[in-house]
């Protein structure tokens, strides 16, 4: 392997766990509230990226700057999360006290009836909205040339969510609450906590997070029906390997899934949807909880 | 002597129909197999488990169906279905002694993941398996009959019926066994189960081996009345519509997995006839209400009247 594939899966594989990350920590923080893996989160994915892709092209024609291209995509995305988290987060409380496996079919459904009218707002033509990749412009790392929306903007925005999550979580009233309440709701509201609030906060933020992975991937993928699907499985498998609620355990999964998966696209092709998989289950066989979970005592 | 009678009825219901309207033949063929795979499902169901995955096991029989049929092209149809059916069972054997050890999202995800596995494999290996286009299945002899199309899809749609029935009987019978209510005890609590010294890792392995070895089946049925096995088989989307089957079934009874099939088949019949390219949106809406009103699908209001009739005598 050259020294230029080598630095070029290594960014490649950077931006994609990028996006990975992401859609699976939205995933997690949904699961936080509702406790179970919400499958229209694709949904939200292929949604987040058509809406940025639409605003764009209505609002975005012509202009020059980054910052509006960049702003424009996160607008998207913001509103997409929202309408939608709020849409999921309400069909679910009708399903509150049912069987898991019932609300789990639950999104299914929803899903379902999100792809349709994904294909009936966009249509089954290709959507490609690449004015911001342009606007970046581009960069030379160690002789390699590659585009700064990928290089720097998209790992960029994933550490920053990244830390600023974090910060959210351990050192605001809101974000402590939200733990709290995602660590036992009951106790939390006995404690005096709008738990109803704060779940309908956390799944919001889930909703754009998303959302904001659709928004992000948006510039650099062509949006075709099915993304949804596919990238609903793999930000499933992320979520597995890394335990579930477990936000730092995600950022590294991504890491080692989407840098896997860059370096089988140069190195060996017929592999690479296969990988994020494989991971998974090695993963999971090595540590049934997932990588970075700490072992529960059973209830009995 | 009951259940005989409602046996027959069903066998002269569906046959007759056939006969009366030809172009009934395949959706019923279908809608049995699908019922065959959702019945799979419900056997899962029954410990509280699910799995996105199955439809890796109807995958791998439809291969095998087409692989041996390529390689023995005189081999006949029933030989090539038990085949199919084989290399099911081996398989949930070998992954079911691994995912058994998981539960609830980790199972669900790792039947997933797997089947996810297969069906990129499939798809990618051109030369093989004929990449995403599949293979064709040529029509075989059943039961040393050479039959052309019409009069094989007739044999076809008597043998599934009558598989059908042996499975709602089997599985019924399997509910019934001690075996089976351990599997039902896995949901409602398995520690305790463990502390009865029961094994809950065999018992739902076993329950695994059996709802491969039926999805299996009905891939092998379902290659054969297609004559084409494609990977799309195996995608998890195809997973989802047993499970969705299976809730509209509801998993009180074995029969349930066929009345919501037939009626899963028909409502996408329909539903893509009146609204185009948006049968999704109509299945996906139905499957929210039928969970909202039906929690416990068709087989459950079945239930709900006997328990009331029950009551008032």
């Known amino acids: 392997m050259s020294r230029d594939i080598f630095i070029l899966a290594m960014l490649d594989g950077m931006s994609y766990a990028g996006l990975l990350f992401l859609v699976a920590l939205g995933l997690t923080f949904i699961f936080g509230v509702v406790r179970i893996l919400n499958v229209a989160h694709g949904s939200l994915y292929a949604f987040g990226g058509y809406g940025a892709a639409s605003l764009g092209l209505w609002l975005g024609q012509g202009s020059e700057s980054a910052v509006a291209s960049v702003l424009l995509l996160v607008t998207g995305a913001i509103a997409v999360g929202i309408v939608l988290g709020t849409v999921l987060m309400l069909l679910l409380r009708q399903f509150q006290d049912r069987d898991p496996i019932l609300q789990l079919l639950v999104t299914f459904g929803a899903f379902m009836i999100f792809e349709d009218l994904q294909r009936m707002i966009w249509g089954t033509q290709p959507y490609f909205v690449a004015d911001v990749v342009n606007q970046m412009g581009t960069s030379e790392l160690l002789g390699v040339v590659y585009m700064n929306y990928q290089l720097l903007f998209v790992p960029g925005a994933a550490l920053a969510v990244y830390f600023l999550l974090k910060w959210f979580l351990n050192s605001t009233l809101m974000g402590r609450q939200i733990i709290a309440v995602t660590h036992d709701r009951e106790v939390a509201t006995a404690l005096g906590i709008n738990a109803r609030r704060i779940a309908y906060l956390t799944f919001v933020v889930g909703a754009v997070l998303g959302a904001l992975g659709g928004a992000l991937a948006s510039p650099t993928t062509s949006l075709v029906p099915g993304i949804g699907a596919d990238m609903i499985v793999l930000s499933f498998a992320v979520v597995a390997s890394a335990g579930l609620g477990q936000i730092t355990g995600a950022l590294i999964t991504a890491l080692l899934i989407g840098l896997s998966r860059s370096f089988c696209v140069y190195l060996a092709p017929e592999f690479e949807v296969v990988m994020p998989y494989l991971i998974m289950v090695l993963v999971l066989l090595a540590r049934p909880q997932g990588l970075f979970t700490v072992v529960q005592a059973r209830k009995i | ?313």
């Open chain 2, 1 to 313: 002597m009951r259940s005989l009678l409602l046996n027959t009825a069903a066998v002269v219901v569906i046959i007759g129909l056939a006969m009366a309207f030809p172009w009934l033949k395949l959706p019923l063929i279908l809608s049995l197999c699908y019922g065959l795979a959702a019945l799979g499902i419900v056997v899962l169901l029954k410990a509280g488990q699910i799995s996105f995955g199955h439809a890796m096991y109807a995958c791998i029989s439809g291969y095998v169906v087409a692989f041996v049929g390529h390689r023995f092209p005189g081999m006949d149809g029933v030989l090539l279905i038990a085949l199919g059916t084989l290399a099911s069972v081996v398989a949930g054997m070998l992954i079911g002694a691994f995912v058994v050890r998981y539960r609830e999202i980790f199972f669900g995800m790792l039947n997933l993941a797997i089947s996810m596995v297969l069906f990129t494999v499939l798809g990618k290996f051109y030369a093989v398996t004929g990449g995403t286009d599949g293979l064709r299945i040529n029509r075989p002899t059943l039961l040393g009959f050479e039959l052309t199309r019409d009069p094989f899809e007739i044999a076809l749609l008597v043998l599934v019926v009558a598989i059908s029935l042996a499975a709602i009987w089997g599985v019924q019978r399997y509910f019934l066994s001690s075996s089976g209510q351990a599997l039902a005890a896995i949901k409602t609590n398995e520690t305790r189960l463990e502390y009865l010294g029961v094994s809950a890792k065999k018992v739902l392995w076993k329950g695994y081996v059996l709802s491969a070895s039926l999805c299996g089946l009905s891939g092998s049925l379902f290659g054969l009345s297609q004559g084409l096995v494609t990977p799309e088989m195996g995608y998890w989307l195809r997973s989802g519509e047993f499970v969705f089957i299976a809730i509209l079934g509801g998993a009180g009874h074995a029969v349930g997995a066929f009345v919501g099939a037939i009626l899963y088949e028909f409502l996408k019949m329909y539903a893509a006839a009146l609204v185009s390219g948006s049968w999704q949106l109509v299945l996906g809406a139905i499957l929210i209400v039928i969970i909202y009103f039906l929690p416990k699908g068709i087989t459950g209001l079945m239930n709900r009247r006997k328990r009331l009739i029950g009551g008032a005598a």
